[in-house]
């Protein structure tokens, strides 16, 4: 059977209760890129929100990567257990994190989206910095070094798919998760449906959906293809479910149109899993998984079959991994040096993470890597 988007999206229900990619060898991602063979549905249209027109762009597409994403045409976006597909195609996703704050050079990040697109990847997973945007309230810049637009542009020129995550709470390595400082001067808890708070969520969402907008696959104006709502939620309590209700309930009010997930920060919890623990209104379940672990001891026999817990979470969905360990990491004040874990999540590692991964059905993934140098923010 396959699933419908939104289409018309229930109301969701109050209170149900981490800069430069790792890839893959290119040989393997090429390999793994081969689309699945469409299967048969019963299910009816391939979508229930009927298709506008299509925006009108202010560029024109130069790129020889011709893709749905930009093409000028609105496209329906489904899903099965099995993958996501696009016009009823299906269509495995296999992503790379990059951080264009941590490259504060916007003539750059081209470069590192046509080696991602090179290495066999076909999309990007981007954090979009609220801490980075605003340094007041109210205030947001998305210019020169912060044009996201432009950022967006250049994916579909590259043919890449965007996997969009703009919080409000982001982690990311970053200071204060990606919430601007001025935040802390809040009363009220961070994260909840506090009033002063998710007044300011929402309004920083508003601005950055306001951008992301433009470039859906589903409308026809770009390639973000799935919308992340906020990440890595520390428990599954009535206040953090009703939070992330109310943000997914805002970001479609703004005109989000494609898949809404939620990245569960490991695989053994289901949180926020579509009709799940929780109840959770979201279109797609999500995990991050680190078998390495951030302590470099080096053990590779971590790796495990997931794949069968994943099902029970949200059996009618795809296997989602929103991220997958690319690197690791010497936190700040360790002794354990950025080389000697490199040591551990090497390019074998990689291989075989990846291919663990596809053999429990993996068919959207993230890799997500710290290899670059910090950037304090």
């Not at 549905?41 to 011709?66: D, F, I």
């Not at 998710?198 to 969402?205: F, I, P």
């Not at 790796?303 to 991220?323: H, K, Q």
Request: aromatic share 10%; proline share 7%; with cysteine.
């Amino acid at each position: 059977m396959t699933y419908q988007p939104h289409g018309p999206r229930r109301r969701p229900r109050a209170a149900r209760g981490r800069a430069v990619v790792a890839g893959l060898a290119t040989g393997l991602a090429l390999s793994l890129l081969s689309p699945l063979p469409s299967s048969a549905s019963t299910a009816g249209p391939a979508s229930a929100r009927p298709a506008g027109p299509a925006p009108q762009l202010s560029r024109a597409v130069t790129t020889t990567h011709r893709f749905p994403g930009n093409d000028n045409r609105s496209h329906t976006v489904t899903w099965d257990e099995k993958s996501l597909k696009v016009d009823g195609e299906r269509l495995v996703v296999w992503s790379g994190e990059f951080h264009y704050w941590r490259l504060p050079s916007p003539d750059q990040w081209r470069d590192v989206l046509q080696k991602l697109k090179a290495s066999g990847f076909n999309a990007v997973s981007l954090y979009f910095f609220w801490g980075y945007h605003s340094s007041e309230p109210g205030s947001y810049d998305f210019t020169g070094i912060r044009d996201i637009d432009r950022l967006l542009t250049m994916a579909e020129d590259e043919g890449l798919y965007v996997i969009a995550r703009p919080g409000p709470y982001i982690n990311a390595e970053a200071g204060m998760g990606g919430l601007p400082p001025y935040m802390s001067t809040y009363g009220g808890e961070q994260r909840t449906a506090d009033p002063q708070n998710l007044a300011a969520d929402l309004e920083w969402l508003k601005a950055v959906n306001g951008i992301i907008g433009r470039h859906q696959v589903t409308d026809g104006g770009g390639s973000v293809i799935a919308y992340q709502v906020e990440n890595e939620q520390i428990d599954n309590s009535a206040k953090h479910i009703d939070y992330i209700e109310k943000l997914q309930s805002a970001v479609v009010d703004q005109g989000i149109t494609v898949p809404l997930f939620h990245n569960d920060y490991g695989d053994g919890h289901g949180w926020n899993a579509p009709g799940g623990p929780g109840g959770s209104e979201l279109d797609l379940y999500a995990f991050d998984t680190y078998p390495l672990g951030f302590d470099c001891t080096g053990a590779r026999d971590r790796l495990s079959d997931f794949e069968s817990r994943i099902r029970a979470y949200s059996p009618r969905t795809p296997v989602f991994v929103a991220e997958g360990q690319g690197g690791a990491f010497t936190a700040w004040g360790r002794d354990c040096q950025t080389d000697e874990c490199a040591k551990f999540a090497d390019t074998a590692f990689t291989r075989q993470f990846a291919v663990n991964n596809v053999a429990n059905g993996v068919t959207v993934s993230n890799s997500y890597n710290w290899s670059a140098p910090r950037v304090a923010l």
